[in-house]
Structure formats: structure tokens, C-alpha cells
């Protein structure tokens, strides 16, 4: 997946260290509790807006992240997706013959004109042939989890979260560090 950066402003984090400069270490506390939120909201957020994308289940989205979070110094928190091209299978298919169907996205099912079932040591496999003479069949491939993830309209909704997800959670940290909820 490529990188998303949330910027946050500087006096958000000002106004952290302000508040808690009576408690030693206080708002570099603060800001990692609050970026372990967000890192746990963003991989949330990559499975809900990737389903509402593409024909993919939850747990398949999340087998392929992987979060790291902020430790020691490193006051930064980000989530990687690894991940192969699937077959189509993995996503949606229906029918047979000339009334193949095949969908990855959400937005609709669409005719794979030159495609067919094999049936592959008891795993099925949609294959097509290319155009021209002589070409052998091919696997029908789609994208993989990663490049679903990158859709931008997936990653421009992740990062919006994201970012009103970590204001309002490090106020929470403040108060809550200051002894607010006690």
C-alpha cells in the first residue's frame, strides 16, 4: 500500500504538551495512546471501506494487514497490507459458457465474453482466451488485497477518519491523564 500521511496540526500537539507539563512524560503518553486508537480505527476502516468497494470478505482484508504501532521513541503508527493478485473466484463469479458473469468491484457484474470454468484438481478456475490465433487460455487475475486498500476514494475516507479520530482522541488522553475521569 502506498503512504498516507495524517498531518496534525501544531498546536494540537502544543496544547498537549501545555496541559500536561505537571505530569513528566505526560503528553509523549498522551499522543501514543492516541495513535494506538487511530491505528486500531484504521484498520477498521480499511476493511469497511475496501468491503464497500470490492467483493471481498472482512477476514480476508484483514488476514493481509498488519498494524505497527508506536513504541519507544517512534511516535508513529502505520499499517501495511501485503498480498498477492487473487483469482477471480476470490471475489465473484456466477454462470457458465457465454453467460459467464465476473464482478470484483461492487458496482456490477459484467459479461467475461471469451471465459470459461476449468475444473483444476477439484479447484475451479475462470480462464479466457485472448485475442488472436493461438494463444493459450490464461487465468482471469484481479487485483490484490493492497492494491483494493489503495483505491483512493478508500484511502481519502481511511485518512479523513483517521485524522478527526486522533484530535479527538488525544483530547480524551489529556483529560483523561489529568485525572478527569476518576
Do not use: C, W
Not at 519507544?72 to 473466484?89: A, F
Amino acid at each position: 500500500m502506498s503512504r498516507g500521511v495524517i498531518h496534525v496540526s501544531s498546536e494540537k500537539l502544543e496544547h498537549a504538551r501545555i496541559s500536561l507539563a505537571a505530569i513528566p512524560g505526560g503528553a509523549q503518553r498522551a499522543v501514543k495512546s492516541a495513535l494506538h486508537r487511530v491505528g486500531d480505527g484504521l484498520k477498521t476502516d480499511a476493511v469497511k471501506e475496501t468491503k464497500q468497494r470490492y467483493h471481498l470478505l472482512p477476514g480476508e482484508i484483514r488476514k493481509h494487514l498488519l498494524l505497527k504501532k508506536a513504541a519507544g521513541v517512534n511516535q508513529s503508527v502505520s499499517l501495511v497490507s501485503t498480498g498477492r493478485r487473487k483469482p477471480i473466484p476470490e471475489y465473484k463469479a456466477q454462470g457458465e459458457g457465454k453467460s459467464l458473469r465476473v464482478a470484483v468491484r461492487t458496482t456490477g457484474m459484467k459479461t467475461l465474453k471469451t471465459g470459461f470454468i476449468a475444473d483444476k484438481d477439484g479447484r475451479k478456475t475462470i480462464m479466457f482466451l485472448p485475442q488472436g490465433q493461438g494463444n493459450p487460455a490464461m487465468p482471469v487475475i484481479s487485483p490484490s488485497v493492497p492494491q483494493a486498500i489503495a483505491n483512493k476514494e478508500t484511502r481519502s475516507m481511511m485518512e479523513k477518519q483517521a485524522h478527526e479520530r486522533f484530535e479527538k482522541r488525544l483530547d480524551h488522553e489529556i483529560l483523561r491523564l489529568l485525572g478527569a475521569f476518576k
